[in-house]
Nanobody, 118 residues
């Protein structure tokens, strides 16, 4: 069983920065992706960034160039540096760990609120 705990959310002004952290506990399955997703009110959950176990990062279109995700496999952590924030980035940000080959695995954190004021 894996537990994911996010931290670092809060309120920031437009143009500001925040850093989110996700700490995983338990046995991390091999070849698992760790990622950040977000969900704004009335919208579907969307990919922000995900990092493969080998360190390859993929970003969502709306955050590319402004956000930077990094993963530390030894410490079982995932961070998200968010720069140039704007009100459209306001959402609950979730950490996810998923393995897409058998045995499949999919875990979510409880989420952390990010609010960007205009």
């Amino acid at each position: 069983q894996v537990q994911l705990v996010e931290s670092g959310g809060g309120l920031v002004n437009t143009g500001g920065s925040l850093t989110l952290s996700c700490a995983a506990s338990g046995t991390i399955p091999g070849a698992a992706f760790m990622g950040w997703y977000r969900q704004a009110p009335g919208k579907q959950r969307e990919l922000v960034a995900e990092v493969s176990s080998g360190g390859i990062t993929k970003y969502g279109d709306s955050t590319k160039g402004r956000f930077t995700a990094s993963r530390d496999n030894a410490r079982k952590t995932l961070t998200l540096q968010m720069d140039s924030l704007n009100p459209e980035d306001t959402a609950v940000y979730y950490c996810r760990l998923n393995r897409r080959i058998t045995p499949l695995a999919n875990y979510w954190g409880q989420g952390t609120q990010v609010t960007v004021s205009s």
